[in-house]
Every structure is written in C-alpha cells, then in structure tokens.
C-alpha cells in the first residue's frame, strides 16, 4: 500500500508540474519542449497543443523520476554506510 501511495503522489506530481509548465508555456511565453513528437505525429491546430502537453508531461516524468531515482540511491547508500 505504501508503494501504491508513493506513485500515485509521483503521478500526482508529475502532471501537477506539466500542466504548470504548460500554462507558463501558453500563457507566459516560458521555454517549450524540443518538439520531438511533432516529428512523429503530424498536427496542427488544437492537436499541435495536445502533442506538446503530452511532451511536457513526458519530460516531467523523466525529469522527477531521475530527481526521485537519485534521492533513493543516496538514501540506500547513507543507509548501508550508517550516515543519518
């Protein structure tokens, strides 16, 4: 059940700091994303947006899983080494 809990708040997290970035993109001109599925998928319009949200939310993903994958090694080795 704890681990249940710990994905869903990732998850949580991951599509709370998309959807912020997005509106930020939208909204206030902050940097994008690479447009890497744009050359996959062809879209325009509302589609092109869509495309960019799930890119977003990708990247997210990738960049909290990294953060959170790190702080669990340092806490496994502070662990083994007896360091608290």
Known sequence: MKLFASL????LAVFVVGQVWWYM???HG??????L???????DGE???N??????????????????????LRKDRSNRTGDM
């Open 47 to 49: 589609a092109s947006f």
């Open 30 to 35: 902050w940097v994008g994303t690479p447009k």
């Open 25 to 27: 993109w939208m909204h």
């Open 8 to 11: 869903i708040g990732y998850l």
């Open 37 to 43: 599925l744009h050359k996959f998928f062809f879209a």
């Open 51 to 72: 495309l960019t949200l799930i890119e977003m939310l990708i990247i997210s993903a990738l960049v909290l899983g990294a953060i959170v994958g790190v702080l669990l």
